[in-house]
């Protein structure tokens, strides 16, 4: 899977769109 290397070298980056998505599905992205 193409993203498992961009996690390893980004690993920043992936827990950034983590969050977001997180947020996203809790509703937070919106406040």
Known sequence: ???????????????RIFFKNLAHMTGLASV
């Open 1 to 15: 899977y193409m993203n498992k290397k961009l996690v390893r070298a980004k690993p920043i980056a992936h827990v």
